[in-house]
């Protein structure tokens, strides 16, 4: 009788039908054709530029099935995609793709809930769902395409920098993988659970930094602060100097997965962005490029070698 | 020393570099931003929308890795997504999103074969590789979203039949499921091993179809010609008599993984088509809907059903 609760006895056309159910009376200016067709059909207003990326979650690299809750991976996944969208400056999220793959014999409930998740935040972020695939995979693993529009003017890239500009950031430091180490502890609740879980894309904030070209580059801390400030000196051809004292530290800044936003700024401009993001923190200054390399500490979160 | 060709031991970094070189120097004129930054940046020319879809190829569901060749499936992972843009009717592929997930242990070649896969068919198909993630992940795994670009009038749904249009087709039925089995024998070469590693996107097909208006629906026959067409008949709220006289079946036509077209048609049309596509083929009639539910064969492929 267990069968009878597994994804293979629900089969793909009975999840089918049910995304079907749930994603088809998303309403969005964007939205022409929704799931349920080869493809899905969008349309972007006048004038602006199509702003897309994909992220992943892995089972056994970013969540365990003995833990995970999957209505939350849904959530995870959505704002972690959000954030890149985010970390290209005003963007509008115009909608998500989802792909998942679950084995045969998953619990039905992992479906439905991560169906729920999406569902939540599509909801929270006014994004449409619209389109996906499934697979038969033994490993569970989520992606996720993030599509969002912007005008050419508003994108601002990781390559900006200049010398002597600050180094400055909002959200969490850390508090990701606090998170993680409750959850794996068996906790569920708790302000460090929900950074590990529902990461906050910074999408107004991103949008304040680029409406007023305040900052002059921009990039989120998945990877961690070390490798993400290394991303911004390198792209710039520049060294940085960090230092952490005003920064909201919660636990290990270079761990990854907080999907907070780092940017640099001109230091004349500092005071309109603390004005703007009163909850902006410096955390260091750009520097001429040494000789002997970056000044940077080196490290972050490498997806293939073993933390 | 065997360490020294596994992803661990070049890295993420390492990896990422060799990405960025490969991919750096595309050109397309819809490309505004590639690989590198948060997200990729493309423009439309106006008066067009956006065509998105997405679609994986899991370990142990679509390839084993005892006999993968990781080339040869980045050029179906390729395919597989420009087919789902041609099953929308005349759409201009504008760029692809690839997500990669790898053991830490996987040899080198995997990665850098992948690689050489979709450099290849971004050239074949003058679509560039504009981003991407990578993830660990103890079973491989391969997701891509495809962004092609079309005119509104000219996107066939699934959902346009009309009772006694003609079901008609192109490309292989059964032919790649026939490669698989030559693969697991340990097979490398010929047309069936072609057929299942390197599927033919029918965009130019795809295009005389929904330009001439010629076809009424229109669907790619991935998941097998018995679901597809109970796809098309479903959507349409109709019948279907499947008459398999005409067609190049070359193996099971409903084992999937053909990536033909299957589209409806005005008997008044069936002249035009065969005159513009002489490869084209009548596969049955779309017929009103019978009290007892349809009469296409049911079956196709399950992705929660062992098959």
């Known amino acids: 009788m267990k069968r009878m609760n597994t994804l293979a006895s629900l089969g793909e056309g009975g999840l089918l039908s049910l995304i079907f159910k749930r994603f088809s ?31 992943d979650l892995a089972e056994g690299t970013h969540f365990e099935r003995r833990w995970a809750d999957f209505r939350r991976l849904g959530h995870k996944l959505f704002r972690i995609n959000l954030s890149d969208l985010a970390a290209m400056g005003e963007v509008e999220p115009l909608g998500v793709i989802v792909s998942a793959g679950f084995p ?16 939540d935040d599509a909801k929270t972020f006014r994004t449409p769902v619209v389109g996906g695939n499934l697979s038969r995979s033994s490993k569970v693993f989520f992606s996720m395409t993030a599509l969002g529009t912007a005008l050419p003017g508003r994108i601002l890239e990781r390559s900006g920098a200049r010398a002597g500009d600050l180094i400055a950031g909002v959200g969490p430091l850390g508090k990701a993988a606090e998170g993680l180490k409750v959850i794996r502890r068996g906790g569920k609740t708790g302000r460090a659970v929900r950074a590990f879980y ?8 991103a949008a304040i930094l680029a409406r007023g070209r305040l900052a002059s580059s921009l990039i989120d801390n998945s990877d961690g602060l070390a490798r993400c400030v ?9 060294g940085a100097r960090v230092d952490l004292g005003e920064a909201p530290v919660a636990g290990d800044p270079d761990a990854g997965e907080d999907y907070g936003l780092v940017f640099t700024v001109a230091p004349s401009l500092w005071p309109s962005v603390r004005r703007a993001l009163p909850r902006a ?17 080196s490290g972050g979160y490498d997806h293939f070698h073993a933390s």
Do not use: C, I, N
């Open 25 to 55: 009376r998303q309403r969005h200016a964007g939205l022409v054709l929704g799931p349920g067709d080869d493809a899905a059909v969008l349309s972007l207003k006048p004038g602006r530029v199509l702003v897309a990326t994909q992220d």
């Open 104 to 119: 045969s014999d998953a619990p039905r409930r992992w479906a439905t809930d991560f169906l729920e998740g999406l569902a």
């Open 198 to 205: 529902e990461p906050v894309p910074h999408l107004r904030a």
């Open 230 to 238: 290394a991303e911004l000196s390198g792209a710039a051809g520049l």
């Open 281 to 297: 923190y410096r955390l260091g200054r750009m520097t001429a490029r040494m000789a002997e390399g970056r000044e940077s500490p």
